[in-house]
């Protein structure tokens, strides 16, 4: 097949395409390389900030479009697949429908259905927007964000969008949750995050010499209070001042990807996430490589992704003295109890989101929506 992926986060859309190409499909991935983190793409789509940005931006998506003719599936990254006022994105999917035999939605990052089931539909105990009825800070610090997501043109574009793909695919468990009643008669199946297994080698967690583990806390100040790394690095920056001697903070902030792996590969702990339910690329990429991921792994993703056995993720929930208290007890852990959960993290991406399982998810979701 040739396939189109519009749009990309995480490398989410960049590393299906590399298993795909593997599988003997044409692939072209289109994007802005999730912007600091530089992620590969074929046909780099970058705005610039500014008039003039937008205006180059602009004139470089009516110069691509015509070229974006004859695929046999384009797939979505969001329904705001490009850096454009909904009404024109609007425009630019018209031209892919008509100009390509298959569309999909790849429910990956917030959409007005997502924040929506986070703030009104009462879904989740907790979000990045809400925690139990107290706004996040996030939205705090965010004056009229949420009337943004939920009010006008933007939940009227993914209405739209929604409405006109022929299948989604979801990345999460909470996209997967939150979308589903909103599809209607569009198929939805769950996809997850690939893994890209041969470029994260295994190695299983060993102490250090000098006894002490080694806590990354990853950051991009734009998604600092979204993600809640902010409260995760206080947390660890306590434990760090009450156990010296038991481990150490690296932080790593708006690094690019290939920068960032080195720290990666250094560390023995990755402080993830903390409104989540399920545990994204970084934890991911993380378990994968061997090191301990604290992030969301809440009973119910457990529970979607049929997973009996398996417990890799350090759960955490928005509470900064239950923060504490969990990285305390996996600092203070023994040895062995800290290898068999870095075993334990790659045995479970490679049953459930090793790039290969991933991408015969998506192969099977656009077969069963050609038909």
Not at 78 to 94: C, D
Not at 213 to 220: A, D, E, M, R, W
Not at 345 to 359: D, I, M, P, T
Request: glycine share 8%; with cysteine; aromatic share 10%.
């Amino acid at each position: 097949m040739k396939i189109l992926f519009a749009g990309d986060y995480s490398g989410f859309h960049a590393t299906l395409a590399r298993e795909l190409r593997g599988m003997g499909h044409d692939c072209v991935v289109m994007g802005d390389g999730s912007r600091c983190m530089d992620t590969a793409r074929d046909i780099d789509l970058s705005r610039r900030a500014g008039l003039f940005g937008s205006i180059a931006y602009l004139s470089d998506v009516f110069r691509l479009w015509p070229t974006l003719r004859g695929f046999d599936v384009v797939q979505l990254i969001n329904p705001n697949f490009l850096h454009l006022r909904p009404g024109k994105i609007r425009y630019f999917f018209r031209e892919l429908k008509r100009s390509n035999a298959l569309t999909g939605l790849s429910l990956a990052g917030s959409d007005p259905v997502s924040v929506k089931a986070c703030m009104e539909d009462g879904i989740f105990r907790y979000s990045e927007f809400k925690v139990g009825e107290e706004k996040t800070e996030y939205v705090r610090s965010t004056p009229g964000i949420i009337y943004k997501w939920l009010n006008g043109g933007m939940g009227d574009h993914c209405r739209f969008i929604y409405e006109n793909v022929d299948c989604a695919v979801s990345a999460l468990y909470e996209y997967h949750v939150a979308s589903e009643p909103y599809l209607h008669s569009t198929p939805l199946s769950y996809g997850g995050i690939p893994v890209d297994l041969a470029s994260l080698p295994f190695r299983e967690y060993r102490p250090a010499p000098d006894g002490r583990l080694n806590l990354l806390v990853g950051i991009k100040t734009e998604m600092e209070l979204f993600k809640g790394t902010d409260r995760l690095l206080a947390a660890a920056r306590e434990v760090e001042r009450r156990h010296p001697d038991k481990c150490r903070v690296t932080v790593a902030r708006d690094l690019p990807f290939s920068q960032y792996a080195g720290k990666l590969e250094e560390a023995d702990v990755v402080l993830d996430q903390l409104y989540s339910y399920t545990p994204a690329t970084n934890a991911l990429q993380a378990m994968a490589m061997g090191k301990i991921a604290v992030s969301g792994g809440e009973p119910e993703f457990y529970d979607f992704i049929g997973e009996r056995d398996m417990r890799p993720v350090v759960n955490v929930v928005p509470d900064d003295r239950l923060i504490f208290e969990t990285l305390e007890r996996l600092v203070l852990a023994p040895a062995g109890e800290l290898a068999e959960r870095s075993r334990m993290g790659r045995a479970f991406v490679e049953k459930h989101n090793s790039a290969q399982v991933v991408a015969r998810r998506f192969l099977k979701a656009w077969e069963d929506a050609g038909r």
